[in-house]
């Protein structure tokens, strides 16, 4: 079982910054691919951001690309998301997410971090 836990979540003005921590425990950090995902009120869950296990490649979504960088630390079982040029747009519900099998199906989630942007 493995068990996640955002943080760094809160209030920001456009055009700031945030970093999203989440910290993986109960599994093996190092072998999962790892997601950041987010859901605003009203809308669909979506892909953020994606790092692989093996080669730490990346993937964003076309909304963040530019803007946000995720990355990993696997000696401290944690995956980062640093959100630069925050939009009002970018306010939501953000979500870590573990792939333990590499085929882009998400087993285990984190409870969830706020992110407000205000204009």
């Known amino acids: 079982q493995v068990q996640l836990v955002e943080s760094g979540g809160g209030l920001v003005q456009a055009g700031g910054s945030l970093r999203l921590s989440c910290a993986a425990s109960g599994g093996t950090f190092s072998r999962y691919a790892m997601g950041w995902f987010r859901q605003a009120p009203g809308k669909e869950r979506e892909s953020v951001a994606r790092?692989?296990?093996?080669?730490?490649?990346?993937e964003y979504a076309d909304s963040v690309k530019g803007r946000f960088t995720i990355s990993r630390d696997n000696a401290k079982n944690t995956v980062y998301l640093l959100m630069n040029s925050l939009k009002p747009e970018d306010t939501a519900l953000y979500y870590c997410?573990?792939?333990?099998?590499?085929?882009?199906?998400?087993?285990?989630w984190g409870q969830g971090t706020q992110i407000t942007v205000s204009s």
């Open positions: 790092i692989s296990w093996r080669r730490y490649s990346t």
């Open positions: 997410a573990a792939d333990v099998r590499g085929n882009r199906y998400y087993e285990y």
